[in-house]
C-alpha cells in the first residue's frame, strides 16, 4: 500500500499526494487552497473546518473510503461540544490523510471567501483584508536569555506565520506585558500588512480572541458623510449611517468652503476639526447600532473630493481655489487614524485614503473607477456619481476620461423651496397626469400612491414632509412632460397650462404638489427658483459627460451607469427626460448605487484593490471642466428641459405649451425643437 495518498479540495480542484499523517490544514496550505485559520492548528479557533466526501467520486477518479481521513479526535470533541460543529465537518488541523480523500473547503472557511455585491452590476468583491487576527504561543521570559516581549512575540510571529518584520506602537507596548501573562504566553494578536510592506500590531488579546475586528468605509460628502461598518473577517455591511457634513455651515459648495478658508484665517482649521469630529460621531454610532465595541474598529478608508480631502488632512485647501488647482499630495495616503484624530475607535486604527485623479477629480472618482471599472468595459460606458460635486467618468478597455463638474447641492434635496434629505415623509416618486394637470406621489416609508386608498393612514406617523434628491427630478421632469413648463424651464400659468395648481408667486409662477395646511402640515410646490436650480446642475453635470465625449471623439455613449448616493433611486427616464445625460438607449441606463461607498468598502476589504486602484489612477486622463471653454458652451446649451430630444421623443407625451419664455433662442436643443416642428 502507497503510503502518500491523493488528497483533492473543491471548489478549488486544487489536488496533490502527500504522506499518510498529514494534516488536512498542512496539504491546504502546501498546494495553495484557501483555507482558513486563527490558531495555526491548535484546534482552537474552528477556522479550518472542511467537509470530508465519503464514497464514489467519478469525476476525480477517485473512491472515498471512510477510512480516509484520521478518526475524529479528542480535540474536535471537545471543539464540537463547547461552540458545537455541524455533522460531517472536520477541523482540518486535526483531520490527518489516510487514503485518497476529497476534502470540500465551505465558504465560511476560505480565507479570501469572496462576497456578492448586492448592486445591479453584482461585483464580487474577494475578502482579502489588510488587518488579520493571528494567535501566537509566545516564548517566555529567560534570563539566561534575555529579550523583551515584543521581540518574542516577533519571533513568534515568524516562525509559527512567516511574518517577517513587525513594529508595534507605544499603545501596544503598554498593554503587551499584562496581556501576555494573562494568556500564559498565548494571544492573539491583529496585525496590518498591507500593500506597502507595513506590518503593524493594532491589538493583543490574551488567549484565542473571538471578538468583532471592523473596518468602518466613509464616503466623505460635501453635503453628507456616509459610513458602511463592515467585518473584516466577511466583509458583510454590519451597520450603516450617516450625518450632515457640519462644514456646511461653513459654505454649502466646495468652492465657498475654500473661499470661507481664504478669507478667514484659521477658517480651515475650524473646517478641519468639525469634519474631524463628526467622522467620529458617525463611527461611534454605527458601533453602538451594530453592537460594537468601538475599539474593534481597527481600520478606515475614506474617499472624498480633493477639497474635502485636504480638509479633512488638515492641509489648508487654498491652491485648490485657482489655477492649476495643485493638490498637496495625489498619492494615496496610509496612516495612523490617531494622527488626524479619529479617536472614537481603536487607538491603533490605520486609515488608508485613496488616492486623488487631479485637482478636482479625487478620491471619491477614484474610488467610483474602482467600483465600476471602465478600463474593463467593451462598450463605451459614462459614469455619472451625482452629488453636490459629480464625477463623471468615460471610457472603455481602450482609456479612460474623468472629470468633476459643480453641480451644487440641488440633486441632494438642497437650495429646493421644498427639499430635504432622503428620510421618511421625503416625496421620492411624482408622477403628473398629462391631461389633468393632477399630481399623484409616494413618499419615502410608504408603498402606496398618494391618490390610493390607505395612503392617509400609511403615512399618519410620517405625514409628507418635502421633496428629496430624486423626487425634485421627477418632478422637474413630470412637469415638462405635462406641459406645465416650457423647454427653457419657465413654469406656465393657470390659463397657459389649464390648471390651477399653476399658481402665481411673486413674478413668476409655482406649480402645488401637496397642500397640507389643513393639518397643519407644509404646502409643497415647485417654485421657478427650484427649476432653476435643476437646470443649473443638470447642465453642469450633461456639458461635464459632452465635455468628455469631445475629449474621446464620440457623439454618443453606450451605456450610462448612475451613482452616487442616491444615485440608485434616481429614474433613468426622468434623468433623461430632464437632460441630465446624454441621450441612450433607456434600457442601457442603470443606477450602481452609492459606486464611491462601494469603491471604499472594496479597498477596506482587499488590499490588492488599493494597489489595484493607485495603479487605474495613474492611467486615468482628467479633463479640467473649470478651465475648458467648451464647458462653458455646453453649459448654455444644456440648460433647456431636454437638452436634446431626438433620443426618446415617445417619452415627451405633451410638448406644446404656449411659450412663455422669451430667451430659447440661445439654446441649441430649443433651436431644433423648433426646427423639428
Ligand atoms: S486551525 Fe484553528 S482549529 Fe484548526
Known amino acids: 500500500m502507497a503510503d502518500d495518498a491523493l488528497v483533492i479540495f473543491t471548489p ?235 462644514q456646511i455651515r461653513f459654505g454649502e459648495d466646495l468652492m465657498s468652503r475654500v473661499s470661507y478658508s481664504m478669507m478667514n484665517p484659521g477658517g480651515d482649521i475650524e473646517m478641519t476639526k468639525a469634519v474631524r469630529e463628526a467622522i467620529n460621531t458617525l463611527s461611534l454610532n454605527v458601533a453602538e447600532e451594530a453592537g460594537i465595541d468601538p475599539l474593534a474598529i481597527m481600520e478606515t478608508v475614506i474617499v472624498c473630493n480633493p477639497v474635502m480631502h485636504h480638509l479633512f488632512m488638515g492641509i489648508d485647501p487654498v491652491e485648490l481655489g485657482q489655477a492649476p488647482f495643485a493638490l498637496a499630495t495625489s498619492s494615496s495616503l496610509s496612516l495612523p487614524a490617531s494622527e488626524v484624530d479619529l479617536t472614537a475607535i481603536n487607538p491603533e486604527a490605520r486609515l488608508y485614503i485613496l488616492p486623488c485623479i487631479a485637482g478636482h477629480v ?21 459614469i455619472v456619481d451625482v452629488g453636490t460635486n459629480a464625477e463623471i467618468l468615460l471610457g472603455n478597455k481602450t482609456r479612460v476620461l474623468a472629470c468633476s463638474s459643480p453641480t451644487g447641492p440641488a440633486f441632494e434635496g438642497a437650495q429646493i423651496s421644498s427639499g430635504q434629505r432622503a428620510a421618511p415623509g421625503a416625496i421620492e416618486h411624482l408622477e403628473i397626469d398629462p391631461e389633468t394637470k393632477e399630481p399623484r406621489f409616494k413618499v419615502i416609508g410608504c408603498d402606496i400612491w398618494s391618490n390610493e386608498d390607505g395612503f392617509a393612514e400609511a403615512t399618519a406617523s410620517t405625514g409628507v414632509t418635502g421633496i428629496c434628491g430624486s423626487g425634485i427630478i421627477e418632478a422637474v421632469a413630470e412637469m415638462r412632460m405635462a406641459g406645465l413648463v416650457d423647454p427653457a424651464g419657465l413654469i406656465g400659468g393657470p390659463e397657459q397650462t389649464g390648471t390651477p395648481r399653476s399658481r402665481a408667486a411673486g413674478r413668476t409662477h409655482e406649480y402645488l404638489v401637496y397642500d397640507g395646511s389643513a393639518q397643519n402640515g407644509p404646502v409643497i410646490t415647485v417654485t421657478q427658483g427650484d427649476i432653476r436650480a435643476i437646470q443649473l446642475a443638470k447642465a453642469a453635470l450633461y456639458a461635464g459627460a459632452r465635455l468628455l465625449m469631445d475629449e474621446f471623439g464620440t457623439e454618443t455613449v453606450d451605456r450610462v451607469v448612475l451613482a452616487g448616493a442616491f444615485g440608485a433611486h434616481i429614474s433613468p427616464k426622468h434623468a433623461m427626460v430632464l437632460g441630465m445625460i446624454p441621450d441612450c438607449p433607456l434600457e442601457n ?32 486622463h482628467k479633463v479640467e471642466t473649470a478651465i475648458e471653454p467648451k464647458f462653458q458652451q455646453h453649459f448654455v446649451n444644456a440648460s433647456a428641459i431636454p437638452n436634446a430630444v431626438e433620443g426618446f421623443p415617445h417619452l415627451l407625451k405633451v410638448v406644446h405649451l404656449p411659450d412663455v419664455s422669451h430667451n430659447t433662442a440661445g439654446s441649441e436643443s430649443g433651436t431644433r425643437r423648433r426646427r423639428k416642428r
Open 589 to 620: 441606463v442603470t443606477s450602481a448605487g452609492n459606486a464611491a461607498g462601494t469603491g471604499a468598502r472594496l479597498a477596506l476589504c482587499n488590499v490588492a484593490a488599493r494597489a489595484g486602484v493607485e495603479k487605474q489612477v495613474g492611467q486615468i
Open 362 to 382: 479625487g478620491a471619491d472618482a477614484a474610488a467610483v473607477a474602482l467600483s465600476e471599472a471602465p478600463q474593463l468595459s467593451e462598450d463605451l460606458v459614462l
Open 12 to 246: 478549488s480542484g486544487k489536488r496533490g499526494r502527500f504522506a499518510h499523517g498529514t494534516p488536512i490544514l498542512t496539504a491546504a496550505r502546501q498546494l495553495g487552497v484557501d483555507l482558513d485559520s486563527v490558531c495555526g492548528g491548535r484546534g482552537i479557533c474552528s477556522k479550518c473546518q472542511v467537509s470530508p466526501g465519503v464514497g464514489e467520486f467519478p469525476k476525480h477518479g477517485v473512491t472515498v473510503s471512510p477510512e480516509a481521513l484520521s478518526a475524529w479526535n479528542s480535540v474536535e470533541q471537545r471543539y464540537k461540544d463547547k461552540r458545537g460543529m455541524l455533522d460531517g465537518r472536520r477541523l482540518g488541523c486535526q483531520a490527518q490523510v489516510m487514503g485518497d480523500v476529497v476534502v470540500d473547503v465551505p465558504p465560511e472557511s476560505q480565507l479570501h471567501r469572496q462576497v456578492v455585491r448586492k448592486a445591479a452590476s453584482a461585483r464580487v468583491v474577494e475578502m482579502d483584508p489588510a488587518t488579520r487576527l493571528y494567535f501566537v504561543e509566545v516564548a517566555e521570559p529567560d534570563m539566561h536569555e534575555p529579550s523583551g516581549d515584543l521581540e518574542r512575540l516577533a519571533n513568534a510571529l515568524r516562525e509559527q506565520w512567516e511574518i517577517p518584520r513587525v513594529e508595534a506602537g507605544p499603545t501596544i507596548l503598554r498593554k503587551l506585558q499584562p496581556v501576555l501573562r494573562k494568556g500564559k504566553f498565548q494571544i492573539t494578536v491583529a496585525l496590518y500588512r498591507d500593500h506597502t510592506g507595513i506590518s503593524r500590531i493594532l491589538d493583543v488579546w490574551p488567549g484565542l480572541y473571538e471578538g468583532a475586528l471592523c473596518g468602518i468605509a466613509f464616503d466623505l460628502g460635501s453635503t453628507t458623510i456616509a459610513a458602511h461598518l463592515s467585518d473584516l473577517r466577511d466583509g458583510s455591511v454590519i451597520a450603516s449611517g450617516g450625518i450632515m457634513n457640519p
